[in-house]
């Protein structure tokens, strides 16, 4: 009689929801295992079918006539902006000064602070103040020092690539304004 009222409650087990179905059948037969039970294998039941979903509705597609066509005569080519020869400067100081690009920074040496520039328009004398703008260089100067190879010189022209001797780091593709 007080046999019932005693007896062992068997034990639930806890099954992460995230695991698959396959998991949770072989944690529940462990833990049967574990409390002293003999339990048999279920056998692979078949899966019920789902109900198949209708196929979507075809598009309709607009005939190849219709549609129109761009020739490539009818298209225009993308023109390429042209370097500007002349700009104009003014930092505050209420002076409007138009700069001229006479070439760009091809190399720098930084033993002795030089600066190989490629004069690519006008010309370039010892006296003249020059601009040397790029992606973190922006300084103006005066020329007090030009070489080709190693031979000091007065002046440069169009297509000479001189040594200037530089007060701050130059780096290559800057563009050199004359002002």
Partial sequence: MFLGLFRRKPKTVKVNPVRSKKHKASVALKAK????????????????AKPKLKPAKKRKTKKASSRIKVSAKTRKPKKK??????????????????????????????????????????????????????HTTDFKQKVSSMQINN???????????IGLLVKRHVRGNDIVYKL
């Fill in 81 to 134: 902006k042209a370097a500007t020869t002349s700009r104009r400067i003014s930092k505050g100081t209420g002076k409007k000064a138009f700069a001229q690009v006479i070439g760009k920074v091809t190399h720098y040496f930084p033993r002795v602070n030089a600066g190989v520039i490629l004069i690519t328009d006008g010309k370039l004398g010892i006296g003249d103040t020059v601009h040397i703008k790029g």
């Fill in 33 to 48: 295992a574990s409390n002293g039970v003999k339990v048999a294998k279920k056998s692979k039941t078949k899966k019920t």
């Fill in 151 to 161: 031979t000091p010189i007065k002046e440069a022209k169009k297509g000479d690539e």
